[in-house]
C-alpha cells in the first residue's frame, strides 16, 4: 500500500503542492490551488516583504484553507521575506535555489514547517539532520533554476536515503506522471507548470498560449555556462542567449542579458522575455480551474494505483 505522511503534515485534502513560480504565483493561484484541496503558495521570487505581506493578506480574503510561502533564496530581501512569514503565522514554506539552513533554526521555533527543494541526495541528507519537514526532490524535467538530475532517478533515491517523506517534482502533470512518482517512492508531488495553465494564474495571456502550444521540443536549458541552469521555452532571448553562451560570453554579461526577463514575460513580452516553463509544458493542453486540474490529476493517479491507494493518500 502507498501511504501519503504529506496530507496529514500540511493538513490538506490532496498531496499535490504547487511550484513557487516567481511572479506567476500570487494570491491567486495559491488560494485556488489550497481551495481545490492542494497546497497552494505564494511565489516571494524576488519581491520585497511589502509585496509579500500584501499577497498573503490577500490570500486570507481568498480562501480558509492553509496555503504557505515560496522562499527564492538568492532573493535580496529572502531574510525580511522569513520575518514576514514568521510574523504572518505562516504554516509551512518551500524553499529553492539554495541551502535554507541558516534560517532552520528560527522557523522551527516559530512552529513554520518547511520543505526545501533539492536536487541532490547528498544536500537532502544534510537539510533533514537540520530538521527540515520533508524534501521536494525536483528532476531537471522542471522549469526555471535545475540541477542536473532526473525525477525518474532523484526520486528513488532521495526516498531511500531519508526519513522524512519526499515529493516529486519536475515533469509532472497529469495523473499518469503523479502515479508513477508514488510508485518511485514520493508521498506527494508539486505541479508547477501546469497550473500556469490554471485560471487563476495571473500571468499574460500570450505566456499561457506558449505553453498550451510548446511540443516535446520546446524547452531549452540556458545558463548552463554561468552555473545557473535555467529552464525556459525557446524564443528570441533563449536564441539570443544560447547564441551569447556558445560565443563564450562572460557569465556576468549573461547574467545582464537575463535580469528582468521573467517580468517581461509575465507581463507578455514572451519573445523578448524569459519564459520559464518546465518539460511538462508539452503535457498541457487546456486552461482549467486549479481545483479542476487537481480533481483530474487525483482521479487519474487513484485509479491507476488501483488497491494501491489508501485512504489517506
Ligand atoms: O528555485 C527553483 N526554480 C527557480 S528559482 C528562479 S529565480 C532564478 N533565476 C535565475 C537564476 C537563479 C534563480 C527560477 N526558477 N527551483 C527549485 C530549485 N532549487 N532548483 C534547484 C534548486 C537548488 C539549487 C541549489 C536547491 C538547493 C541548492 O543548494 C545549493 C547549496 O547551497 O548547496
Known amino acids: 500500500m502507498i501511504k501519503s505522511r504529506i496530507t496529514s503534515l500540511l493538513g490538506i485534502k490532496y498531496p499535490v503542492i504547487q511550484g513557487g513560480m516567481a511572479w506567476l504565483a500570487t494570491a491567486e493561484l495559491a488560494a485556488a490551488v489550497s481551495n481545490g484541496g492542494g497546497l497552494g503558495l505564494i511565489a516571494a521570487g524576488?519581491?520585497?516583504?511589502?509585496?509579500?505581506?500584501?499577497?498573503?493578506?490577500?490570500?486570507?480574503?481568498?480562501?480558509?484553507?492553509?496555503?504557505?510561502?515560496?522562499?527564492?533564496l538568492l532573493s535580496p530581501y529572502v531574510d525580511e521575506v522569513i520575518q514576514i512569514v514568521i510574523e504572518e503565522k505562516i504554516p509551512v514554506i518551500t524553499t529553492g535555489a539554495g541551502n535554507p539552513g541558516k534560517y532552520m533554526s528560527a522557523l522551527k521555533d516559530a512552529g513554520v514547517k518547511v520543505i526545501p527543494v533539492v536536487n541532490a541526495v547528498s544536500l537532502a541528507k544534510r537539510l533533514e539532520k537540520a530538521g527540515v519537514d520533508a524534501v521536494i526532490g525536483?528532476?531537471?524535467?522542471?522549469?526555471?533554476?535545475i540541477g542536473t538530475e532526473t525525477t525518474m532517478v532523484l526520486i528513488p533515491q532521495l526516498a531511500d536515503a531519508l526519513q522524512v517523506p519526499v515529493i516529486a517534482a519536475g515533469g509532472i502533470a497529469d495523473g499518469r506522471g503523479m502515479a508513477a512518482a508514488f510508485l518511485l517512492g514520493a508521498e506527494g508531488v508539486q505541479v508547477g507548470t501546469r497550473f500556469i495553465c490554471a485560471e487563476e494564474c495571473i500571468v499574460h495571456e500570450d505566456y499561457k498560449k506558449m505553453v498550451l502550444k510548446a511540443t516535446d521540443r520546446s524547452t531549452v536549458i540556458t545558463g548552463q555556462s554561468t552555473g545557473h541552469p535555467v529552464r525556459v521555452l525557446k524564443n528570441k532571448l533563449a536564441r539570443q542567449f544560447l547564441a551569447a553562451e556558445a560565443e563564450g560570453v562572460s557569465p556576468a554579461e549573461l547574467e545582464a542579458m537575463g535580469a528582468g526577463k521573467?517580468?517581461?514575460?509575465?507581463?507578455?513580452?514572451?519573445?523578448?522575455?524569459?519564459?520559464?516553463?518546465?518539460?511538462?509544458?508539452?503535457?498541457?493542453?487546456?486552461?482549467?480551474?486549479?481545483?479542476?486540474?487537481?480533481?483530474?490529476?487525483?482521479?487519474?493517479?487513484?485509479?491507476?494505483?488501483?488497491?494501491?491507494?489508501?485512504?489517506?493518500?
Open 46 to 72: 524576488s519581491a520585497p516583504g511589502t509585496w509579500v505581506r500584501e499577497q498573503i493578506q490577500k490570500a486570507r480574503t481568498l480562501t480558509s484553507k492553509p496555503f504557505g510561502v515560496n522562499v527564492m
Open 138 to 145: 525536483e528532476g531537471m524535467e522542471a522549469g526555471g533554476h
Open 262 to 313: 521573467l517580468a517581461a514575460a509575465f507581463h507578455g513580452d514572451v519573445e523578448e522575455g524569459s519564459v520559464m516553463a518546465g518539460q511538462a509544458a508539452a503535457l498541457v493542453n487546456r486552461i482549467a480551474p486549479a481545483a479542476e486540474i487537481i480533481a483530474e490529476m487525483v482521479g487519474t493517479c487513484r485509479e491507476l494505483l488501483g488497491d494501491r491507494w489508501t485512504a489517506d493518500l
